[in-house]
């Protein structure tokens, strides 16, 4: 009876650890496709492609690591038998997994929540703002987002007010 127990548990570490590995490969190739039901999850990594896949990115080694550590255990384990050291193989294993699956999460919702967001304000992204920011649309940083004239929710307070210079504006 322990035997068959100890072979059920074993099958379903190693079907835990064979599900993280497809889903640890995709994120690390960057081809998971932003869903509610695979990968990080956060509401900071669902809010666009290039953030879902960048958490993604950063949580697959660990989700790799999860998983090999699950196939490796639970097939340990069932090839030792019915011995304690089976049941002591198999309990280390998953707890190791999956605190290795979590922290691969932990850190892809870090590096989500670190990915700037689109302010969707050309004058933000400019260096300085005005016609320099209609001139050089992909440029980043400065502008009044590094004035300090970017409001919480996206809007440019250089852009309601006409587009001036941020230098030329006190922060609202």
Same mark, same amino acid.
């Given at each position: 009876m322990a035997l068959a127990l100890l072979i059920i548990v074993c099958a379903a570490v190693i079907l835990l650890g064979a599900a993280a590995l497809p889903l640890g490969l995709r994120g690390l190739r960057g081809t998971l496709p932003r869903n509610?039901?695979?990968?990080?999850?956060?509401?900071?990594?669902?809010?666009?492609e290039q953030t879902f896949r960048i958490a993604n990115r950063v949580a697959a080694p660990p989700i790799l690591a999860g998983g090999a550590v699950a196939v490796i255990a639970g097939g340990c384990a069932v090839a030792l038998g019915g011995a304690a050291t089976s049941w002591l193989i198999v309990g280390i294993g998953t707890v190791g997994a999956v605190a290795l699956i979590l922290a691969g999460g932990a850190l892809g919702a870090r590096a989500a929540a670190a990915v700037p967001a689109e302010s969707g304000c050309s004058?933000?992204?400019?260096?300085? *703002? @005005?016609?320099? !920011?209609?001139?050089?649309?992909? $440029?980043? +940083? *400065? @502008?009044?987002? !590094?004035?300090?004239?970017?409001? $919480?929710? +996206?809007?440019?307070?250089? !852009?309601?007010?006409?587009?001036?210079?941020?230098?030329?504006?006190?922060?609202?």
């Open positions: 509610r039901y695979a990968g990080v999850r956060t509401p900071a990594a669902l809010r666009d004058v933000c992204a400019a260096p300085s *703002g @005005g016609a320099e !920011a209609r001139a050089a649309p992909d $440029s980043t +940083g *400065g @502008g009044c987002a !590094a004035a300090g004239l970017c409001s $919480s929710g +996206g809007n440019c307070a250089a !852009a309601m007010l006409g587009q001036q210079e941020p230098s030329s504006r006190s922060p609202e």
